[in-house]
């Protein structure tokens, strides 16, 4: 593997800000090319953005919000959704707090999300140690902060095989947490798929809390009226009474755009691979020639969450495929079920999400196979009603 | 008319962020000008603002900041005030939050000022509903949004009668709000007048609620002891008991400057042409010689609000003229008197204002007689104390 | 004395931004140096930096948060210390309520920090009049405002025989205050110390209260285990219980680096010279041959505060010394002690520090000494608990 490119696109150490560049390039029977810009206007101001087409599956990363990705197409297959909020918005004008701890939805729109990375979930009282120790009750704010903050280092390499974008995160605070993410985008020419590998440290002495969600949403190509979720699950379970309208014996199938829908969420236990917990799901269109594959492991992200909001097209008409450590409810109830990591002074852990698009039948038959296969390995149970444990 | 100049001074679109230019020219006797340029240091870094003159009348209004005029000047009229706040503020700066919901006062200088647009008035708690669909309460903030958020597009003509400057701004929050502020101001060469047209469009399906006042502020030279406010009311009615102390009668008659002096606020009903609703109303100097006129519909802004502050002159000598679609109380008081408008999905409310300073005393004089010409449709009652369905 | 440069770094009337500059020379011996520049990436996106080298004393001034000093090297002897926030932070991605008023903490990596100048200490609720002259209570975050407000006005003098940078600072509300901060920050070619010459203003007409503390914090090289805090005290209270623990006696002496280590903190009443009240402390290393020493009136700052932390050295591993105005703890506390300064109306208010970077035992052993004879001028007490008039 040759190393044709190499470039430092921001870092905290140059005297020079986030760099705009354009590489182009043909590979695999396609036209590549990368481009940074910062964009302008609104809300939008100042937020860097990388866009990379690998001469078949493009998508834009936004450096300013936390390395997320704004939105990405594969031929005919749209990544991402059409939110209210139209324009990628730079964390200088959120405010977490603002609306009861909803702020974060004032800057949500993008395709991938993270949440995290020492609180995710549902806003909620957690008790937290001031600056003499003492305990303290603060309202942590929905889905945390990492998706609010701007990366500080940024860099890109192209080989004669793949365009491989990297970032880091800073999440700190002084008699709080010390918590780095290191984020590796990579995607093979020609290639409808794309890897995120993430490293999340604790770059202090004392132990922190750690929560990661992946917020991955899908509007209209792949969102239809009767398009369908399939995963290989243990256990399905409601979030919430509301969860529970419409039978969760089809909570798997959406069904028309509805003006003032409201959400519905569904919490999954999903069966992996014996050897590596290696486990799989989709999302298809309505005749099953369009869709998107999350691949991962279970020891990775043990939890999954399917979000469900087919409301109003132009009110956000989306569903999320959300796979997480834990699932997003309020930090203190996901603390109280054992479910919220803990990371030692030093220590890092590393996740890889595998994301594809899939355009041709015969793929989305075959991932379809490959779920039916991972379901025969276990008895699923969709629970009518909510649980406990799962959620609250 | 003929098109001289067409320029977009900031698009979301562009590469590039806002657009400096200078245009000068000769009209109706004039040297007019259009400079477009941004602001460095403290608070006021990145503050984008387009400084028009057309020859007689000048302004300068402030992308940056939701398309407020920051100040104006027409020969001797000063259109503005001097706050504590000496320098337009960047909406990145303004926590709404801060100080019990005051944080708006922080970037609080501006001769006129929209107060909205999904909300304004005083800071209260309200109920909204979460995403999921709950009722919440939250505490909404003094003004609202609007005058921190920035012009997400701002485009500039020219004509040989005219210039024109548009601005887009956008207040969208996912499971919230989707509204869009488009403004056109316009101001003829040669003219002491200039007129301002807002478009809101609710860009989402669902139903939003919409408030929107205008914060219209004089301090020296209009504003002095002896100074006069004149408008043709139906019914004046004071905010609160501190609004009756110095007596009602004399309401729109001003004092002299007073350290310490504690703020009074009226309510008005006012009187507007049978056929068109058309109103106006002015502030006038102590001996007639500079006035401000503010002509519009009564279907536009059906309620109006004066605000008296002449305080020390260093802490914010000023009153505010407010036309509005309703009064400046909590949203949740001015929903209960039925006063706060509902947008469908997608639709849209144009409104029209014309500000004019006049410098002669034989126009003032005019003025005064097309009020007492409304006046004389109307009985006028001036209530001695506050009423509780005009505020609470 | 003659002036070499004179440079406007910052200006809110240039049409230009924060200027780039780089200053060289040799004088006394060593080779000078001035630096501008604006840092990137992250938070500290914008961050506006002036790398100050006398030829012996080295340090960098923040511009954008308060004109507060990042950090300094003075031959072997760092000023500063190792935050677990990495990089200085702009003031656009503060919000200071966080985490229950404590959001200051996410910018606090800084040698030396103002906190202040309307209210700084420990966050709590105080009572404020809000814009109608009405009693409200308010939530004051921890430290106040002043460092994560931008300088406006920033330049820069090189005379033959120092360097001399300025800087204004406005912190002001409509309805609220309207202080500016000026400050001089001098340094001699080929000292080993600097001078803040502070002048806060009341702008307004109004009194308004005004509360300073400065933060000088030190980390590695000077704080290790067997580090010993030196001042000439009338009185030390300790600030809580848990500042009672190992010992009130030894208080002035360091343990060793301990992750998990509660903050402790000391007030203390210092006695000065009978003339000008003038008075000194010092923080030395373990074997005495590193040390920092403060100069300064007591008449300027009347209260002084040792704040302990040698947490794990990647936890924020630091001491504070902090001469201030008033101790911090809640302003509505500090009133109640009669310790809150109130400004009048255009009123002015200039306070002078001097920090000394000691590399020399013999000059250390003459800072002891003259340390030694202040304290003999009165008994010093060490109280052994907390004191209800000293903290609360």
Redesign the interface.
Known sequence: MNTRHEITL???E?????QSIHLTGTEAGGDWSVRS??????????VEVVEINNGHLSFSVLASRGMGIWKGQCGEVTLGWN?????PV????I??????G?GW??G??EWFVRCGINSMGAPGTDV?L????NE???PLTLHGKIAN?????VSLTVTDKEIILRG???E???????LRLHTEIRTEFGSGAMSITDTVTN????PVEHEMLYHINYGETILEEGSRFIAPYKKVVPR?P?STEGGVDTYNVYGPSQ??F??QAYLHQLAGTESEQETLVMLQNADATQATVLRYSLDDFPCFTLWKNP??????YVTGLEPATNFPNSRRFERQQGRVISLQ??ESRTTVMKIEALEDPQAIENAAAEIEKLQATVEGTLEPQPLPDFSG
């Open positions: 921001l870092s905290p140059s005297i020079d800000g986030f810009r910062i964009l302008h206007g609104g809300l939008q101001e100042g939110s209210p909020v139209k324009m730079h964390p200088k004008f405010n977490e707090q603002e609306r009861g909803l939805l004032k949500f729109n937290v001031d600056y003499s120790g303290m009750e603060v903050i701007p990366a500080h280092a880091d995160v800073d700190t605070m002084m008699f709080g947490y010390a770059l202090g002495d004392n919430d509301r003006i003032g409201v959400e409301a109003g097209k132009k009110d956000g002074g030093g």
